[in-house]
């Protein structure tokens, strides 16, 4: 959804006044809305690569937490499949997924029944498939942790934010796969992808443009948040990262990006396309559950 609509459902979600995540077990009885979202975080690989990551959907459920059962979500819209674009979905665009009235209680994990997953290449290079590790049969399993209460008459919010550079990995050696080793599809390239579950009403949204030293927008330059304090080396995983948006990109100003992230302070690391190292942008910039925090980044 557009990044204005974003932002009204962090506030319409803080309004609720839902209770705090955490364990605990039912919820005594009647039933609350669970909505679920989804987005995506940077992937490298799309510097003149990869053009689209079309993943296909047919069914969403949810695990109680206390009972063990599981509940069936309805995909939006009522339909039966759904494809969506992962590269189309960053900076405070997202997909609605499924949701449902359900049972109230706390619930810890997420399963996504995933039809297809496909990468088509910006050099006209044929399409290629990959499995799903247990996506295709019982179903993607994504922890939910801590598990998200669902209380009576309230709707709870929240974001799968499926992070694409984390989720290819090669054969054999591990770590990130070039250009040429996707387009050769799964024989040397593994596909499990990593899921980061985000509630919307716990969060705030940090936003803000990307300009090189020149002032002008950058688009593709990869934005990371760290805890403040963070000493931050080659592997360490950021709290939550994404890429300026590119020019041409609907709803988006070209430098622009966007991060959901839990209330506390954050130091902003930033690397353009081809760098090796992160540089640091902004330190301790505060976040506020249900605000918008506006924070401008340079590269070097």
């Known amino acids: 959804m557009p990044l204005k609509n974003l932002a009204l459902a962090l506030v319409a979600a803080a309004s609720l006044v839902l209770p705090a995540c955490g364990g605990g077990g039912g919820g005594g009885g009647g039933t609350g809305a669970l ?58 665009l997202s997909d609605a997924l499924a949701g449902a009235e359900i049972a109230t209680g706390s619930y810890d994990e997420i399963r996504l029944h995933i039809v297809e997953a496909v990468l088509q290449f910006s050099s006209g290079a044929a399409d290629r498939t990959f499995k799903v590790p247990s996506g295709m049969s019982s179903g993607l399993k994504i922890k939910v942790d801590p ?19 984390r989720s290819f990995h090669t054969t054999g050696l591990g770590g990130e796969p070039t250009c040429a080793e ?35 927008p950058a688009a593709d330059v990869e934005v990371c948040a760290f805890p403040a304090g963070t000493t931050v080396e080659a592997t360490t995983e950021p709290v939550a990262s994404t ?16 991060l959901l992230l839990e209330a506390g302070d954050y130091d902003l690391y930033i690397r353009a396309q081809g760098e090796e190292d992160k540089t640091l942008a902004a330190s301790a910039v505060s976040i506020t559950t249900g605000a918008t925090t506006t924070q401008d980044l340079t590269l070097p």
């Open 147 to 165: 598990p998200i209460l669902v209380a009576s008459g309230q709707e709870v919010d929240l974001t799968l934010d499926v992070d694409l550079a």
């Open 243 to 258: 890429l300026s948006s590119p020019a041409g990109m609907d709803g988006l100003v070209e430098g622009s990006y966007a």
């Open 35 to 92: 909505k679920l979202s989804i987005t995506d975080a940077p992937f490298p690989a799309t510097d003149g690569c990869v053009s689209a990551a079309l993943v296909t959907i047919d069914g969403v459920r949810v695990r109680s937490a206390s009972e063990g059962g599981w509940t069936d979500l309805v995909l939006a819209d009522g339909v039966t499949e759904m494809t969506v674009d992962l590269l189309q979905l960053r900076n405070g």
């Open 182 to 216: 996707l387009e050769a599809g799964e024989g040397g390239v593994i596909f499990h992808p990593v899921v980061r579950v985000v509630n919307n009403s716990t969060v705030g949204l940090l936003t803000g443009m990307v300009l090189d030293s020149s002032a002008a």
